[in-house]
């Protein structure tokens, strides 16, 4: 293959807040129904932060032999559980024959909380001996790339992205440029997160970044005035990506082309975006730029969008400053409204969506959206999804560290 292979979508798969598979996520997207409710997985009373946007009626034995279930966190079951439906949506079948051409890169931005708290409980009361000796191997964020290769066969490049927030859309855009170099023909990609336990909810409790709001149907609201923390999710989103070359000799339906990649630091603070968004203004920049696109090219924009003050305003600020006047032209909207924060996995999901999106010429809306903020003065699709061609779509992803990421994707044209 030559170095710059052309990259498209032909597989994906999904388990978060709204939905245990595309097809059911996608419509709840769409439809601007909401996955937040109360905080369950951990004693709500314990902390100020009383709603959570959490997976519900997932059984991991749907995909997974129970016995190996039992040695992976949740974050990785939910990473095999999309793998896997990405794979059959694809109806790509990994032979001995293909194996070693076939890649894994999903991102995870925190990992194996949960099993690391039971494990800690474990040592505390009975000793070292009691610790499982999986403990480690359940708990790195490598290892949802890890079970996935195992459990699918797959032999070609194995890696994780670990960048907090960004982690899901570095992973794409890292697994995106594995194929375009020729080192694969297809990648399985994305981010995985379980980050409701204890530990997780009180660090970002004490953090002040996550909503106090106690009410559910209003917690997550992007880039309104009353906004005033992110709500916490889990869950996670794969992609298959494949050279085109790949995907046309087997004939693959096609979601997608992904043209750009976009990825910078801000060298600024541990929590905080750079003033004005500075970092990401040149990670959009960079990928519109890698896309061969202009800005005016770009009709719809997945926000990062987390509800936070700094970020919904500094973001905001930053897509001014990439797209000039054409800014005001752009549908942009957070699907965190509706799923919360998935962290990691956050980018990974909303490529879903905005593959869908393109897809059904349906942009989803940015639900919660009541009271204008002077300062997050564009088009955020408010409240009621929008039916709207997209050629070209952006979707950011912005993390603790200063990581800042974008994708771009353009409908495929032969």
């Known amino acids: 293959m030559s170095e710059n292979n052309r990259v498209v979508i032909t597989g994906l798969g999904t388990v978060n807040p709204i939905g245990l598979d595309v097809a059911s996520s996608w419509k709840n997207a769409a439809a601007g129904i909401s996955g937040i409710g109360e905080l369950t997985r951990v004693n709500k009373e314990d902390f100020p932060m009383k709603t959570s946007a959490e997976v519900q009626d997932f059984e991991p034995s749907d995909f997974i032999d129970k016995k190996d279930a039992r040695k992976m966190d949740r974050f990785t079951q939910f990473a095999v559980a999309s793998a896997k439906m990405a794979l059959e949506?694809?109806?790509?079948?990994?032979?001995?024959?293909?194996?070693?051409?076939?890649?894994v890169w999903i991102g995870a931005g925190i990992g194996g909380m949960e099993t690391y708290e039971q494990q800690f409980h474990k040592f505390n009361e009975k000793g070292y001996k009691r610790v499982s000796p999986f403990f480690v191997p359940m708990m790195i964020p490598d290892m949802a790339s890890g079970q996935v290769s195992i459990v699918t066969g797959a032999k070609g490049i194995n890696s994780c992205s670990v960048t907090a927030c960004a982690s899901g859309t570095n992973s794409i855009g890292d697994a995106f440029k594995v194929i375009q170099r020729g080192d694969a023909e297809?990648?399985?990609?994305g981010g995985a997160e379980a980050p409701i336990t204890n530990m997780a909810v009180a660090g970002f409790c004490s953090a002040k970044a996550v909503t106090t709001n106690e009410d559910p149907a209003s917690a997550s609201r992007p880039f309104d005035k009353n906004r005033d923390g992110f709500v916490m999710g889990e869950g996670a989103g794969i992609l298959i990506l494949e050279s085109l070359e790949s995907a046309k000799n087997r004939g693959a339906h096609i979601y997608a082309e992904i043209v750009g990649y976009g990825a910078t630091g801000d060298a600024y603070h541990l929590t905080a975006p750079a003033p004005e968004g500075e970092g990401a203004v040149r990670s959009m920049k960079q990928a519109v730029e890698d896309a061969g696109l202009q800005?005016?090219?770009?009709q719809y924009v997945n926000a990062h969008g987390t509800s936070t003050g700094y970020n919904d305003e500094y973001e905001t600020t930053a897509l001014k400053s990439?797209?000039?006047s054409h800014a005001y032209h752009l549908m942009v909207s957070s699907t965190k409204s509706m799923t919360g924060h998935l962290l990691g996995a956050a980018g990974a999901v909303e490529a879903v969506f905005t593959l869908k999106a393109m897809e059904d010429s349906i942009v989803p809306p940015t639900i919660n959206y009541e009271e204008p903020d002077p300062a997050?003065?564009?088009?955020y699709v408010p409240n009621e999804q929008r039916q709207a061609e997209i050629k070209a779509a952006l979707s950011n992803s912005l993390g603790f560290g200063g990581h800042n990421a974008t994708l771009v994707f353009k409908k495929y044209e032969a």
């Open 376 to 379: 997050c003065d564009l088009d």
């Open 322 to 324: 990439v797209f000039g």
């Open 295 to 298: 800005p005016e090219d770009i």
């Open 89 to 103: 949506d694809a109806d790509y079948t990994i032979t001995e024959e293909n194996a070693e051409h076939v890649g």
């Open 186 to 189: 297809v990648m399985i990609t």
